[in-house]
């Protein structure tokens, strides 16, 4: 039987005795566009998320726009037992010169963290039937006991 080959790789979310890391909680946005661009900004002169002053399914509703597009969004806490990481790639582990300057490494470090953010729609209020709200109920079947030996099959 042969082998396939993988990659492996670590991802470093302790302190190390390193400064303490920055805590962007209310400061993550989920935008429905791509951006492709990477690299310093002045975001918050020209992105001013405000409230709105309405709640819909029990989500205060705010409202921003990115480009000339209205956006309306929520801010949302993660569940209970769970963080978000803003995560770099870490060029200074052991790996060899060849594969770091190639852009593989695989080695990740926290450089901030979060248990709250903002997700945004187009055209549409936020409300709990948004997929991207529907995929935090997939945490929970995540956490359910399974009989030894036996498969849970989703439909």
Same mark, same amino acid.
């Given at each position: +039987?042969?082998?396939?080959?993988? $990659?492996? #790789?670590?991802? !470093? ?5 390193? /400064? /303490? ?20 900004? $002045? ?9 709105? #002053? +309405? ?7 705010? /409202?921003?726009?990115?480009? #000339?597009?209205?956006?309306?969004? $929520? $801010?949302?806490?993660?569940? !209970? ?9 870490? !060029? ?9 300057? /190639? ?6 470090? +926290? ?37 030894? #030996?036996?498969? +849970?099959?989703?439909?």
């Amino acid at each position: +039987m042969e082998e396939e080959k993988g $990659t492996t #790789g670590s991802i !470093n979310l302790s302190l190390n005795g390193k /400064e /303490e890391k920055i805590n962007l909680s209310g400061q993550v946005h989920h935008l429905p566009c791509c951006i492709k661009f990477n690299g310093p900004c $002045t975001v918050s002169q020209y992105f001013k998320p405000k409230l709105k #002053g +309405m709640e819909i399914d029990g989500l205060a509703v705010e /409202e921003a726009h990115f480009r #000339g597009r209205k956006l309306q969004g $929520t $801010t949302i806490s993660l569940p !209970n037992g769970y963080a978000g990481f803003v995560l770099a790639k870490n !060029n200074s582990g052991k790996r060899k010169a060849c594969d770091v300057s /190639e852009g593989n490494s695989n080695d990740w470090e +926290m450089k901030a963290k979060f248990d709250k953010l903002t997700y945004w729609n187009h055209d549409a209020p936020p409300s709990k039937d948004d997929p991207f709200l529907r995929s935090f109920h997939w945490f929970t079947v995540a956490e359910a006991p399974l009989d030894k #030996g036996k498969r +849970m099959y989703l439909v």
